[in-house]
């Protein structure tokens, strides 16, 4: 399995801009981001392909959040800007050498330890 480790959490006020960070201890075929709530299932965030332009980013998020790849750092971004409430989460990165649907946490077997997003009104 590959490790994945993320970084970048921490507390914002609303309106506020996060950039958490994602790095792949080598060559993976997927990344994604995905963020669990207090007393809520986890759920898709954003996700890419590393060997192509392809990505995906959920309703909830299109237009606040962006997802880019530094592939020579082995290195994933999820940029948070004007965050809400309701962004507030662990947010865990995980990667996967097979292809499939990129929202599907399902099809992602390294997963990082995640990092705390907390956005306050």
């Known amino acids: 399995l590959l490790q994945v480790a993320e970084s970048g959490g921490g507390s914002v006020e609303a309106g506020g801009s996060l950039r958490l960070s994602c790095v792949v201890s080598g060559y993976t075929f997927k990344v994604g981001w995905f963020r669990q709530a207090p007393g809520k299932e986890r759920e898709a965030v954003a996700a890419?392909?590393?060997?192509?332009?392809?990505?995906r980013i959920v309703d909830s998020v299109k237009g606040r959040f962006t997802i880019s790849h530094d592939k020579a750092r082995y290195t994933v971004y999820l940029d948070m800007n004007a965050l809400k409430p309701e962004d507030t989460a662990m947010y865990y990165c995980?990667?996967?050498?097979?292809?499939?649907?990129?929202?599907?946490?399902?099809?992602?077997?390294?997963w990082g330890q995640g990092t705390q997003v907390t956005v306050s009104s």
């Open positions: 890419l392909y590393t060997t192509t332009d392809g990505l």
């Open positions: 995980a990667a996967d050498l097979r292809s499939g649907d990129l929202l599907d946490d399902r099809g992602y077997r390294s």
